[in-house]
Each structure stands twice: as C-alpha cells, then as structure tokens.
C-alpha cells in the first residue's frame, strides 16, 4: 500500500504521518509539501531516514510537478491535507487560498484520474457548515447541513469539496471527504489559538482574545482526527462526507483560562482585542454518521489532551521558537498592533 500524503509537513498531516508509519509496518508514505510558511521539515524529521517514507517539496497546484510523482510512484491512495489552513490569513489575502485550496484540489484529482488510484480523500472543516446560533445549544452540523461559509478560508474549502463531489459524480472518482472540528496537539502552527495562548502565557507575553471570547469551538485531539481518517480511507463508503467531532465545545476564554491555569499564570495576562471581521460564533459536530457506519469514537478527552499539548510544548521548544523568531514575528507584529 502507497499512500501520497499532501500537506505532511504541517500540523495535521503531519501527525498523520506520524500516526501512519507507526500503524503499518508495511505502507509506503509519499509526503507532498510545498513547504509555505506552515511547513516545517523539522515536524518530520523523525521519519526522513525510514526507507518507507519519502518526502517531494511541491506545489499541489503546480500540473507537471504533481503528474510527475504520480507517475513515479503510482499510489493508491491519496489524502489531501495541503491548504491553506488560517482564517485570519485569509481575511488579508484571499487569492492563495483560491490557488491552493480549489486549483490545488482539481490538480491533485486529475492525476488521480490520469493515473488511477483506489482513493481520493479531502480533508475537510466543519467551518463549511457556516456557524450556529450560540442560544442554541440543540444544534449541530450534520452531513447534510446546507454549505453556508463565511471566511474565504471557509468558502475555497467548501469549493474544494464541491469540486471533489462533482469529479466522483461526472468520472467515477473513489472519493471520500471528511469535515473535523477543530484540531489541538503537538506541531500545531504558534498562530493558532491553542499554541498561540500557550507560546504568549510561557513568556508572559498578553493573550489576545478577540471579542468578548464567547465564540464556541469544538475540540480534538489531533490523533483523534488521524484514527478517524485511517478508517474512512479504508472502511469509508466512497462517495460520503464524514463529519468528525467528539462533542467538546468550549468558548475561547475557557480554553484560554485552562491554559493559563495549566501554566500557573494570571488571568490578567488576557487581553481583548479587536474581533475578527465575520466571526463566526458556534462550531459543533454531530459525529453519528462516522460511530454508527464505522465504530470511529475519540480516545482522548480535553481534559488529558490540553496536560499533553502543553507538556509537548514545554519538551518541544525549539520547535516553536524556531518559528516565532522567524518570519512570523512580522506576521504577528502586523496582525496583532493596535488591535
Ligand atoms: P497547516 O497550515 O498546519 O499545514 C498545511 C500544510 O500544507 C503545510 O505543510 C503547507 O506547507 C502545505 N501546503 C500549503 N499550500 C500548499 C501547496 N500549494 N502545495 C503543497 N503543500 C501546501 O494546516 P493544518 O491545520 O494541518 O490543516 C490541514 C488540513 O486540515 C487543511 O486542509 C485544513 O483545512 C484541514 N482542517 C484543519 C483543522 C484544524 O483545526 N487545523 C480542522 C479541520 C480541518
Ligand atoms: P483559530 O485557531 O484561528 O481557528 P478557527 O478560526 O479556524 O476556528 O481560532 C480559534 C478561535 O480563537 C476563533 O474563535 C478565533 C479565536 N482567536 C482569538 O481569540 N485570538 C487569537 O489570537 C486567535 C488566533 C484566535
């Protein structure tokens, strides 16, 4: 079994990776990564030597570079984790998020047309679904929850997903798509709010919570998301969407007060700043499909995950460091003055 593995150097294809050369003793993993400024090839160092993994920097949206691996290595299976993946980055700039998000996908499809293979997944958001109603507690996204987006992040995802539907429609392709909920764990990107609120509370630095910190976000841990995947891949009824969740919802002030009571750090540290432009206010997943037709349930509860993101933290500095010091520190300077 060849899996090609798009987007592996970032967060959560990262762990995939990771997650998927511990599982199977004999799966070749085909890593495809352009490298943006969310890839990090130090997320993959521990596999650069094994012989079942190799790694292609490459653009999914580049035509000649992705038809040439796929002719070299013929895969079976495909899973698009490559994207670009921030909100906020996609309120300053829209366009890459067309290029990658929606060409990319059509590119990596036709090749798998060209070339044939046993499975196209898409990595899909729940941020498709659009946002609930905070007095609605009874709500949740299911699989057929009209698309209603509200970033341009969220809309190149939902046309992503559009695109993948109609290519299984008009020419048969094996696809399967899942949307998960909101991811935490180890090597995620210092710009979203989890390691965000973690980088800033170790160096005392304020914690910028945007609004009045009552948006809701539904929370998994990372391998939770990649076990949920490795049964779609191979269980999941080709054609489906999966929603991914574990019924965790939390506003981002508790989660911000549970890190800093983690870190033994004051609340005065939190500092509300400007709201984000179109925020949407609920996100919660109703994961009765992916239970009922493939027995997928999370293993880990925020409780635990949150003690073992931190730790992973505080064990893993450099990691982090490397990247707040790098180019970001202009990212961060930029969105975050005067807020
Ligand atoms: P990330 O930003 O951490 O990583 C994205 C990776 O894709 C990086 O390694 C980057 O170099 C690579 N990439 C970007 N553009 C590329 C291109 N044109 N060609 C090849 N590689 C490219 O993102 P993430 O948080 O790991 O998210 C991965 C996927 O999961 C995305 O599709 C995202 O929409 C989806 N998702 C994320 C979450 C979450 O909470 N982070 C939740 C649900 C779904
Ligand atoms: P984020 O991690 O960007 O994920 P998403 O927007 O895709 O859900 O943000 C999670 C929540 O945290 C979201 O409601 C926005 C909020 N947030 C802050 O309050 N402050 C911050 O500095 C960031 C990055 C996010």
Request: charged content about 25%; overall charge negative.
């Amino acid at each position: 079994m060849k899996i090609i593995v798009t987007g592996g150097a970032g967060f959560i294809g990262g762990n995939f990776v990771h997650y998927m050369l511990n599982k199977y003793n004999d799966y070749d993993i085909i890593c495809l990564d352009a490298l943006t400024y969310a890839g990090n090839m130090e997320t993959l160092e521990p596999v650069m030597h094994n012989p079942r993994f190799k790694f292609y920097k490459a653009d999914i949206a580049d035509r000649n570079a992705v038809y040439e691996i796929f002719e070299k290595e013929k895969p079976n299976i495909v899973v698009n984790f490559a994207a670009e993946s921030h909100v906020d980055r996609s309120i300053d700039n829209p366009s890459i998020f067309l290029q990658t998000n929606v060409l990319g996908t059509g590119v990596l499809m036709d090749a798998c047309r060209k070339y044939g293979i046993d499975r196209y997944h898409q990595v899909s958001t729940d941020e498709v679904y659009g946002d609930l109603p905070l007095d609605r507690p009874d709500l949740f996204f299911t699989e057929t929850t009209p698309l209603h987006t509200s970033s341009p992040y969220s809309a190149s995802k939902a046309s992503a997903d559009l695109l993948v539907q109609a290519y299984h429609r008009t020419f048969k392709l094996p696809v399967t798509i899942s949307r998960c909920s909101n991811n935490y764990g180890p090597y995620h990107f210092p710009e979203k709010l989890i390691p965000l609120m973690i980088a800033n509370a170790l160096y005392d630095k304020e914690l910028p919570v945007y609004g009045k910190g009552e948006n809701v976000r539904d929370w998994l841990y990372v391998e939770d998301h990649c076990s949920a995947i490795d049964l779609i891949i191979h269980k999941g009824r080709v054609g489906e969407v999966y929603n991914i969740g574990g019924h965790n919802e939390k506003t981002n002030l508790e989660v911000v007060k549970i890190i800093l009571k983690e870190l033994n750090k004051s609340e005065n540290l939190i500092k509300y700043v400007t709201d984000r432009p179109g925020h949407d206010m609920r996100y919660a997943i109703d994961p009765t499909k992916i239970h009922t037709e493939l027995g997928w349930l999370p293993a880990t509860k925020f409780e635990d995950g949150i003690k073992k993101t931190i730790k992973w933290y505080l064990d893993n500095k450099t990691w982090w460091q490397n990247i707040i010091n790098g180019e970001y520190k202009n990212y961060y300077e930029r969105h975050y003055k005067g807020r």
